[in-house]
């Protein structure tokens, strides 16, 4: 989800678990979605992305889901390694621009 | 195969004066993009470079913030007469092409005006 302010929303999930971190995107018109993984002290890294005339794509133990409709984005990360302790953005594209969500924080608990 | 690395990764600098930040993208990447972090905060888009197109900045918060990219390749983030809003990570990415597509990331600079 979005956040408001300072107060990014929080994912808390024990080890083994899976994860779904949810995202609300504005504009019908974007072709191209993406997450990143930010740890502490990094850049951005690159998980997924996935293109508008899908609907489903899937990576190593990540997989993005794409509802048009509700223009709703998900990133599913199975069986949650405390390595996946991070920030998670999502991001649209505007033409040749990402427009960032603010975040998630995920919390792994081993 | 280097990353895109930034310089300096820190920088605190007394308010009113000016920061230079550079951006070394990944060789070969013809676009690329300057972001500002806040705190807790997700990333504002600043400016972007493709080619030799006219650079977009229509991100650029003030006319005190200024990028240049020499080369098609180095680019510098200039802020004139720093304020002490303007503290936070300044990252840059780049991409293969035009598009936004998998913009790669540097580790940022993380500014301090005091």
């Known amino acids: 989800g979005e956040s408001v302010g300072l107060h990014l929303p929080t994912l808390s999930v024990q080890e083994g678990d899976n994860s779904i971190i949810n995202c609300a995107y504005s504009?019908?018109?974007?072709?191209?979605f993406i997450w990143y993984k930010q740890e502490s002290g990094k850049g951005p890294q690159f998980i997924i992305d996935?293109?508008?005339?899908?609907d489903k794509r899937q990576g190593q133990r990540v997989t993005v889901l794409l509802n048009k409709t509700v223009k709703h984005l998900s990133l599913q990360i199975a069986a949650t390694q405390p390595g996946d302790s991070a920030v998670y953005f999502c991001?649209?594209?505007?033409?040749?621009?990402?427009?960032f969500g603010a975040g998630t924080i995920l919390r792994v608990k081993s | 195969g280097a990353g895109v690395s930034q310089s300096p990764s820190n920088k605190v600098t007394e308010k009113g004066k000016d920061v230079e930040l550079r951006c070394d993208p990944i060789?070969?990447?013809?676009?690329l993009y300057w972001y500002r972090q806040s705190l807790g905060q997700g990333l504002e888009f600043l400016i972007y470079?493709?080619?030799?197109?006219?650079?977009?900045k229509s991100g650029l918060p003030s006319d005190r913030f200024s990028a240049e990219r020499t080369g098609g390749s180095v680019s510098t983030l200039t802020i004139q007469r720093t304020q002490q809003e303007d503290s936070a990570v300044y990252l840059c990415?780049?991409?293969?092409?035009?598009?936004?597509?998998?913009?790669?990331f540097g580790p940022g600079t993380r500014l301090t005006v005091t």
């Open positions: 990415a780049s991409t293969q092409g035009p598009g936004p597509y998998e913009q790669y």
């Open positions: 504009n019908s018109a974007s072709d191209y």
């Open positions: 060789s070969g990447h013809t676009a």
């Open positions: 470079f493709q080619g030799n197109s006219a650079p977009d």
């Open positions: 991001a649209e594209s505007h033409g040749n621009k990402l427009v």
């Open positions: 996935i293109r508008s005339n899908m």
